[in-house]
Structures are given as C-alpha cells and as structure tokens.
C-alpha cells in the first residue's frame, strides 16, 4: 500500500527535529559529539534512586503502578509547592500545577490550547529546537528577537510589539529561556525580566518561561524566575526534572493560572490520559528527603569542570576570528564563525574528523546564520571534550584556508 496520500495535511507538515536526528551520532563509534545535549550519566542519582524505588514498592506499590490523574499525583504537586516556594520564592497552589511527560509535552500542550494557524509567537534568535518541532502542527508565525550576551534584547521586543500593535495585532504567547539559554548560553539580565514583564502587562501577553536549566549555574548572582516576578499571572512557568534527576523518567511541571491549567488538562487527556505515576512517586520523595538539595551541588561541580575546561581548549584551539558565548550555566555554547562561513557546509568536514556538532541556523525558524554552531559540555568526558576541540580547531582552520 502507498501510505503518502493517506496520511493528513498535519502528518504532512511533520519535520524530524535536528535534534532526534544528530543523537543517532552520538551512538555511532569514534564521533566525539558535542550535538545532543544530554545530562552527563555521572550525573543521575542512581543509589537514591534505587533507594526510593525499593521503599516505595515496598509500602505503596499499590499506588504508584497504577494510572493517576491528569493533572498529576496530589502529593508530588504538593511537594513541588513547597520546593517553588523554598527555592524560588513562587508561591502556587495545587491546582495551579499540571504534570507533564517532559517540559516538552508542555511546550505541545500550550501550542494546542493557544496557538490557531499565522497566530504570531515571539522567540528568541535562536531558539530551542524542540519549540519548533512542539509548534509545528499549529503553524505560528514567528516573532524572532535578537540577543546578545544579556539575553533577549528586550528592547528590541518593545519596537516590535509596537509595531505589531499599529497593525492591530498582538501576538499570542513570548516564548523564553531566560536562563542559561538553549542553545546560546546567555543569561536575561535582572532589568530586562523586570522590562519583558512590564511589557507582557502594558501589551496584555502570556509569557512562557521555559527554565530547564536554572537549577546549573557554575558562576555569577542567582537571579530570580520571571514566575517570582510575576503579579499578574502572566507567566507560565516550565519545570523540568530532566537535568536535576534524570531525563527517563519524562516528568515535568507546568505553573500556570488554574484556568490555563484546566484547558491544558483537557487537552492532555486526549494525548496520555496521565503522566507516568510510578516517576511522580520517585521525584516526590526526591525533593521531600532532601536529596534534590544534596545532589544538586555535585552535578553543579561535575558541569563546572566540564564547562571551564570546553573554554580553556577552545581558548589554546580555535582560530582567531571565531567567537563564542561563556555561559554561566547550562549545557550548551554557542559559536559564531566570521561572517561568510557556513557551518553546516563544514559539518561534512567535522564528521569526517569524527566531531560533530548542531549547526546554528536548525535554532532559526527561517534557517538563517548559517556561521552559528552549538556545542554541548556537559555529556562528553574529560578526554572527549580535550580531544574533540581539537579536532574542531583543526576542521575550522582547514575551512577557512
Ligand atoms: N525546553 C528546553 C529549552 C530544553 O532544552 C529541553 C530539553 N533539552 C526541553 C524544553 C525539554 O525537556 P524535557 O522534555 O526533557 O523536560
Ligand atoms: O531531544 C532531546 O533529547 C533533548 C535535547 C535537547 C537539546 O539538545 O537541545
């Protein structure tokens, strides 16, 4: 049977995310892969988890193998009130929580219960590719603001929404990651939250904060979420348990105003009915035997080391001309080539050098900066980071000669 023709004009509109695609490498022999940015396997909790496993099948088995609610278990949403409100200083009620497979679900849900075809959707330039690939199937129209070292340059984004507002519009959601950004690193400054916010009010927006990275920095103040800021409920605020437990367990936390929360549960039924309870369980635990709070600096040394280390060789190798970010936190750093090169052109070269990368213009929704890369420290080893950038240095002086 021919399946082409079958398949609905959404199917049709379907891309493989960049992402998905580059991971295959990272399992291929010899490539050193700085592509995917995955936690580093030293990183994952194993013994508390194991810990917390056998307990609970040992006292609440009954419970957390069988289906729990959409909106997720009562006492981990519980537990996540108290830790937003002891780590962030965001008070949120039980019901202003959903529990998601991932931030990434979350990120679909929001397209689903917000976005209608051409509805205009601020980004950041670049942006995390997952948004893309969650946004598809409704078609947005992209409001892509620069940044620089400081994050989103929001005043830049004040010109735009007035110039959309001459229009008689005004888009639907400011899509960010103000911290320790994917994929650029950078880090939204305190007067720029302070002025994202001012503007969501003044033109009467819902701004996303996407955070799955707040909980890695290595350097610099803490600062604090948009959602702490926020008087209004503007804000809907992303969770994620993927960098601070393990990515497996696909478990994640929307905040949001109850009624954003209730039509994101209508939509979530259709999709998996509920998210994995037996995860919900473990992470409750988690955070209430105050593991959270006593692994976290061990993952934050690990990255550190990881991150200083990426800097100091790519300092020794790479070519003059060629610049990068000097993140804080996070996972990943973004390179800028001179202008003219093109580094998806030069991926061929990398790869046959058994190094790769993802190339820059996959976080533009037009595929634009095509001298961009990124780069991931926090999953190679030691070994593969020394060796890696080497080879890297070498495959952008062939190119450029
Ligand atoms: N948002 C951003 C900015 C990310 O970088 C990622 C994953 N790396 C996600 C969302 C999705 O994460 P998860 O679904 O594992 O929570
Ligand atoms: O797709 C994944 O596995 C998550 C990775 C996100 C990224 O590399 O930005």
Redesign the pocket.
Known sequence: MQYDDEFSDLAKRLKA?E??EL?KLTQMPDIISFA???PNPLSFPVEDIKEIMNSLLDNEGAKILQYGSTEGVISFRDALVDMMKNRYNVSAKRDEILITAGSQEALYLLAKIFVNPGDKVVIEAPT???VLTAFQSYSPSYVPIEMDDEGMNTQILEDKLKEIKKEGKKPKLIYTIPSFQ??AGVTMNLERRKHLLELSEEYDILVVEDDPYGELRYSGERLPLLKSLDKDHRVIYLGTFSKVLS?GFRLAHMIAHEDIIRKAVLAKQGIDLCTNTVGQYVARDYINKGYLDKHMPKVIELYKGKRDLMLDMMEDYFPDGVKWTKPDGGMFLWVRLPDGMDAEAMFKRAIENKVAY?IGSAFYPNRDHKNTFRL?FTYPTDEQIKEGIKRLGKVIKEEMS
Request: proline share 13%; net charge positive; no cysteine.
């Open positions: 995310s992402i998905r991971l995917g940015g995955l995390y590719i997952g994917n994929p990515p993802v991931n």
